[in-house]
């Protein structure tokens, strides 16, 4: 098993940054990738960024070249800065770790408890 923990979610106006923090534990040897996804009210989960034990990164079209996903392998932990937040960025961000290379939702797939970012002014 594995177990992951969000953090640093929060109120912030737009055009502002947040980092969030995905802490994983437990089983983590055998986790190979790990995404942020996000989810707002009345939408569908989205993927918004991953990497993999690669490096191999993958972003949301909406979210190029304002959010960088980095991993620091020494405490497990994965991060995601974002710049340049929008009212559209507004949701409850989600932790998945996988034993896949990709960043698809499988079963089996383990899921953060999510923390919210609200970007209003």
């Known amino acids: 098993q594995v177990q992951l923990v969000e953090s640093g979610g929060g109120l912030v106006q737009p055009g502002g940054s947040l980092r969030l923090s995905c802490a994983a534990s437990?089983?983590?040897?055998?986790?190979?990738?790990m995404t942020w996804y996000r989810q707002a009210p009345g939408k569908e989960r989205e993927l918004v960024a991953g990497i993999n034990h690669g490096n191999m990164t993958n972003y949301a079209d909406s979210v190029k070249g304002r959010f960088t996903i980095s991993r620091d392998t020494t405490n497990g932990t994965v991060y995601l800065q974002m710049k340049s937040l929008k009212l559209e960025d507004t949701a409850v961000y989600y932790c998945?770790?996988?034993?896949?290379?990709?960043?698809?939702?499988?079963?089996?797939?383990?899921w953060g408890q999510g923390t919210q970012v609200t970007v209003s002014s």
């Open positions: 437990g089983s983590i040897f055998s986790i190979n990738s």
């Open positions: 998945k770790a996988a034993r896949s290379w990709d960043f698809r939702v499988r079963q089996g797939d383990f």
